[in-house]
């Protein structure tokens, strides 16, 4: 069955610190993989998926099938980056059905 | 407004009465979705649908029910709320063309049963 993991359920880093938010998957198919994020009282938003290859807001994700993860990564922190984040496999031959992981709460302290 | 639209935002009911949380976009996506959201779960799938009249269940669909008479309105129906329904609801929608695969989300409805 799919399933996607992220491990952390909060990360506390500091202002200027490297972040690094793990995720895990698993699943049969190709699969389309996202990070979404939500800031404090906003609607849930795209952040990034793995086709694009882009670098948005100093973040960026590799899609690894190897190891089946897609990591976000970010060199240096801000403040601004304090937020959750959901990382997100799509599935194109299961009705387009997302399937998102639990959540990491990202706290950036100054 | 332009986009994706829940109502109510906030909502307090008692166990056992029926609710309805409304959603309603404007792109005439073809997809939609309805999740919750709870501490340490993430979002669940609970219902979605690929067209009007075609919905079907997801990971957690006890005790709730959806329609989709017209592409835009995709409303979500708990029957009987019990004191587990209790969470954020987030419906969303599937881009299509250049915003192929990405979800767009509502703001969501904030349920609490008493």
């Known amino acids: 069955a799919q399933r996607v993991t992220q491990p952390e359920k909060l990360l506390s880093v500091f202002k200027g610190a490297p972040v690094e938010l793990k995720c895990n998957y698993s699943y049969s198919g190709s699969p389309e993989l996202f990070w979404y994020v939500q800031y404090s009282r906003q609607r849930l938003q795209l952040l990034l998926r793995h086709i694009s290859r882009e670098s948005i807001k100093g973040f960026t994700a590799d899609l690894n099938k190897g190891e089946t993860s897609f990591h976000l990564k970010k060199p240096f922190a801000q403040e601004e980056d304090s937020a959750m984040y959901y990382c997100?496999?799509?599935?194109?031959?299961?009705?387009?059905?997302?399937?998102f992981g639990a959540g990491t709460q990202v706290v950036v302290t100054p | 407004d332009a986009g994706i639209t829940q109502s109510p935002r906030y909502k307090i009911t008692e166990t056992g009465r029926q609710v309805t949380l409304m959603c309603h976009q404007t792109?005439?996506?073809?997809?939609m979705f309805w999740y919750r959201q709870d501490l340490g779960h993430g979002l669940r799938l609970i219902y979605y649908?690929?067209?009007?009249?075609?919905?079907d269940k997801g990971e957690v669909p006890d005790g709730y029910v959806v329609s989709r008479s017209k592409t835009e309105n995709f409303p979500l129906t708990l029957e009987s709320a019990t004191r587990s329904q209790t969470s954020v609801y987030f419906c969303?929608?599937?881009?299509?063309?250049?915003?192929?695969?990405?979800?767009?989300f509502g703001e969501g409805s904030r349920l609490t049963v008493l």
């Open positions: 792109w005439s996506h073809s997809y």
């Open positions: 969303a929608s599937r881009g299509e063309g250049i915003t192929s695969g990405e979800l767009f």
């Open positions: 997100a496999l799509g599935m194109p031959d299961s009705w387009g059905k997302f399937q």
């Open positions: 649908s690929a067209a009007a009249d075609i919905t």
